[in-house]
């Protein structure tokens, strides 16, 4: 099956730094890599996703880029503010048993200090 | 809005015992997932159901098992509950057309096995 890494496990800015979280996947025809953010106590949330066809997808100070010969992708956060604060996962798609399905890396703790 | 609902927040049991975790979702949503979350370990999928009375494995299928005898409905069963299985336990949904890749996610079930 697919295997994703992700890191820093934990990472810490000032409000208004930029923020960047690395994750690197095994299986080379995933094609769809989506990012969820999860709140204290609340559920996962996607933010923004990519599919393989294309590098980079911007939604305001958040982006995402992607190197499928390297098999990496990164969630990009520009001007950090307190309530970006959250753990957020990477994911990336394989086939299980011929269905889609996902498979998470372990999550990043992003804390913006004010 | 989309709404997938878990009908515990919090649930104790005592080791041994047989234990329904339920999740309803109101969009008509073929695919169904069950997920469980350990800190440090992320989200790891158990099973998933791609429509009504079909069930898959995903990762960590042991010691589990999972019911889905209407569309909106899927059941995860633990048959004889476990310490190991103390975890939170999170429902998800995806339709087949449209946001075909976004799930969306229930607010979780801590379960405590004691």
């Known amino acids: 099956g697919e295997n994703v890494e992700q890191h820093p496990s934990t990472l810490s800015v000032q409000e208004g730094d930029s923020a960047v979280i690395k994750c690197t996947y095994s299986d080379s025809a995933s094609n769809y890599f989506p990012w969820y953010k999860q709140e204290l106590g609340k559920r996962p949330q996607l933010i923004i996703d990519?599919?393989?066809?294309?590098g980079e997808k911007k939604d305001q100070r958040i982006a995402v880029t992607l190197n499928k010969t390297a098999k990496h992708f990164s969630l990009h956060i520009t001007e950090t503010q307190p309530e970006d604060s959250a753990v957020y996962f990477c994911?990336?798609?394989?086939?299980?048993?011929?269905?889609?399905?996902?498979?998470f890396g372990k999550g990043t703790m992003l804390l913006v200090s004010p | 809005d989309v709404k997938v609902t878990q009908s515990s927040r919090y649930l104790v049991k005592r080791t041994g015992e047989k234990v329904f975790l339920e999740c309803v979702q109101d969009m008509d949503h073929e695919n169904m997932f069950w997920y469980r979350q350990d800190p440090g370990l992320g989200l790891r999928l158990i099973y998933f159901s791609y429509d009504v009375k079909m069930k898959e494995k995903g990762d960590i299928p042991e010691g589990y098992s999972v019911s889905r005898e209407k569309k909106e409905r899927f059941s995860l069963i633990l048959e004889s509950a476990s310490t190991n299985q103390t975890s939170m336990y999170l429902c998800?949904?995806?339709?087949?057309?449209?946001?075909?890749?976004?799930?969306?996610f229930g607010s979780g079930t801590q379960l405590s096995v004691l």
């Open positions: 998800a949904s995806r339709p087949i057309t449209g946001m075909r890749e976004k799930l969306f």
């Open positions: 990519i599919r393989s066809n294309v």
């Open positions: 994911a990336a798609s394989y086939r299980n048993q011929g269905y889609s399905t996902l498979t």
